[in-house]
C-alpha cells in the first residue's frame, strides 16, 4: 500500500493516514476484503511510529471501514461500500462537510464552482451510479 503523507502539514500524521486509506478504498485502490499492511510494517514503511499507525488503523475500525483481527490483521471490510444506517449514525461526516462548506463560503467560493469540484470529486469514484437528488 502506497500512502503519501505531509509531514510537515497541521493534519495528525494517524489523520492523514486514515484519509489515504478511506480515499484509497473509494478509488478502488484497495479493494473490500484486501488486506492492509501489519502496524509495524506500515510503521517502518513510513518512517513514524507504530503507535500512530495504530491510532489510525483503531480510528478506521470504529468508524467501520477496516476489520482487525489478530490472526489475519487488518482487512477492509467486504461490505465497506454497503449502505449502512449503523455505520451512518456513528460518522461524523455531515459536521466535517458543513465546517468545509463554511470555509468555502467565507473565503467567497461561489456555490457552483463549490458543487462542480464536488461532482468532479465524486465521479473519481468507480462503481457508484449517479443519482438524482
Known amino acids: ?4 503523507l505531509d509531514l510537515d ?10 484519509d489515504r486509506v478511506v480515499e484509497a478504498i473509494a478509488e478502488g485502490a484497495l479493494a473490500p476484503g484486501a488486506g492492509l499492511p501489519s502496524t509495524r510494517q ?5 518512517a513514524i511510529n507504530f ?15 477496516i476489520r482487525i483481527n489478530r490472526k ?3 482487512a477492509v471490510r467486504p461490505d465497506v461500500k454497503q ?13 466535517r462537510m458543513r ?3 463554511a470555509e468555502l463560503d467565507v473565503r467567497g467560493i461561489a456555490k457552483a464552482e ?18 438524482q437528488p
Not at 463549490?114 to 461532482?119: D, N, R, T
Open 9 to 18: 502539514s497541521e493534519v495528525p500524521i494517524y489523520q492523514q493516514i486514515r
Open 1 to 4: 500500500m502506497y500512502l503519501v
Open 72 to 74: 489475519s490483521g487488518a
Open 51 to 65: 503507535h500512530t499507525v495504530n491510532k489510525a488503523y483503531d480510528l478506521l475500525r470504529r468508524e467501520g471501514f
Open 42 to 46: 506500515l510503521a517502518v514503511d513510513l
Open 83 to 95: 449502505p449502512s444506517d449503523e455505520l451512518r449514525a456513528g460518522v461524523d461526516w455531515e459536521a
Open 114 to 131: 463549490v458543487m462542480s469540484h464536488v461532482a468532479a470529486v465524486l465521479d473519481r469514484f468507480p462503481g457508484r451510479e449517479d443519482e
Open 99 to 101: 465546517t468545509l462548506l
